[in-house]
């Protein structure tokens, strides 16, 4: 339970930085800038995922490097993608298709109900697809399993 709580705490501190990045750069470029909404968002999704691969591999699951580097910035990529779906799909019905297009509510849906449903995605993507424990040796057996802070 420990290593669970760990690992649900170091996963919200990344996301938290990630998120600041995240909030900053949508508000800079989309009040700024006057880059358009859905834009502003992607651009400042792809910062964050940058921000939030760095912490998740070498913070939140740094114990689980079974996956090549490569492999998991590919799944990590993919899985924010579908992160920045959600996110990008809440913005959308609020501005678009509901009409709410002022500052507070393109941050209440693309920040706030967005980034809250994309993160519960993540976090189950990030722990049971992107970051895999490391493969087991064929003379192993799951009794002879010890992992230390493991669920």
Same mark, same amino acid.
């Given at each position: 339970?420990?290593?669970?709580?760990?690992?649900?705490? &170091?996963?919200?501190?990344?996301?938290?930085?990630?998120?600041?990045?995240?909030?900053?750069?949508?508000?800079?470029?989309?009040?700024?800038?006057?880059?358009? /909404?859905?834009?502003?968002?992607?651009?400042?999704?792809?910062?964050?995922?940058?921000? &939030?691969?760095?912490?998740?591999?070498?913070?939140?699951?740094?114990?689980?490097?079974?996956?090549?580097?490569?492999?998991?910035?590919?799944?990590?990529?993919?899985?924010?993608?579908?992160?920045?779906?959600?996110?990008?799909?809440?913005?959308?019905?609020?501005?678009?298709?509901?009409?709410?297009?002022?500052?507070?509510?393109?941050?209440? &849906?693309?920040?706030?109900?967005?980034?809250?449903?994309?993160?519960?995605?993540?976090?189950?993507?990030?722990?049971?697809?992107?970051?895999?424990? /490391?493969?087991?040796?064929?003379?192993?057996?799951?009794?002879?399993?010890?992992?230390?802070?493991?669920?």
């Amino acid at each position: 339970m420990r290593g669970v709580l760990r690992r649900l705490g &170091s996963f919200t501190a990344v996301g938290t930085v990630a998120f600041v990045v995240d909030i900053m750069l949508f508000n800079i470029l989309s009040s700024g800038f006057g880059v358009a /909404p859905i834009l502003s968002k992607i651009i400042s999704v792809a910062a964050a995922t940058g921000v &939030s691969w760095l912490g998740s591999r070498y913070f939140t699951f740094r114990e689980l490097g079974g996956r090549s580097k490569r492999q998991e910035a590919v799944l990590f990529g993919l899985t924010n993608l579908v992160g920045l779906g959600i996110a990008a799909g809440c913005l959308f019905v609020s501005h678009y298709v509901l009409g709410l297009t002022s500052a507070f509510a393109d941050n209440l &849906s693309g920040n706030v109900v967005g980034v809250l449903l994309g993160n519960l995605f993540r976090y189950f993507a990030y722990r049971f697809v992107v970051f895999q424990p /490391p493969a087991r040796s064929s003379g192993q057996t799951s009794g002879d399993r010890t992992t230390v802070g493991s669920e």
